[in-house]
């Protein structure tokens, strides 16, 4: 169990009673539009909670000053051995420098604690702001990744997109570690 504090989030493991929280952007349909889920059910939440509650790699971002969840954080290693991260947050909190916020304390935590020489992201092409997040956190784009397919429509079949894929460098390390929103 981890929780990395920033000036105003606790990043954390999740907690069966941060369900009210969670759901109000996990169900969302513009969370979801470039994610590889579709707007969760209850049901869907509830086992994600379960799920993830153990692990320190997922984790939720508590606004301190009121005590409720605001976004999740996280990062999952691919078949390369590469760290990535990933996040979602309540649309009702964007815009506010939670996600640079979070981002900035998740990027400092693998390089510091970890012991990792590098961090990736990657997002769909038309999801701006998320690319526009990674960017302010100091990641470079790498590339552009076309036929990429993360979730299939209703029928089951693939959804093709194009994504850009960002590295951040622990040597270029450029966020900041004073997580003020920049």
Not at 50 to 56: C, H, P, R
Not at 109 to 129: I, R, T
């Amino acid at each position: 169990m981890i929780t990395i504090e920033t000036n105003r989030l606790l990043l954390r493991n999740y907690r069966a009673t941060d369900f009210e929280d969670i759901i109000k952007y996990f169900s969302d349909e513009e969370v979801s539009r470039f994610e590889d889920f579709y707007p969760m059910s209850e049901e869907q939440v509830r086992n994600i909670i379960i799920e993830w509650q153990d692990m320190d790699n997922r984790l939720v971002a508590e606004l301190k000053s009121k005590q409720n969840v605001i976004g999740s954080v996280g990062y999952w290693i691919d078949n390369d051995g590469h760290y990535c991260i990933d996040y979602d947050f309540n649309p009702g909190y964007c815009g506010q420098g939670y996600a640079t916020e979070a981002g900035n304390a998740l990027v400092h935590y693998l390089f510091e604690s970890v012991g990792v020489s590098a961090v990736y992201g990657d997002c769909d092409v038309q999801n701006v702001s998320s690319w526009k997040l990674l960017e302010r956190l100091g990641f470079q784009r790498i590339s552009r990744l076309d036929n990429q397919s993360y979730k299939n429509d209703k029928l089951g079949n693939p959804i093709l997109i194009s994504t850009y894929l960002y590295e951040l460098d622990k040597a270029q390390l450029k966020f900041n570690i004073s997580n003020k929103k920049i």
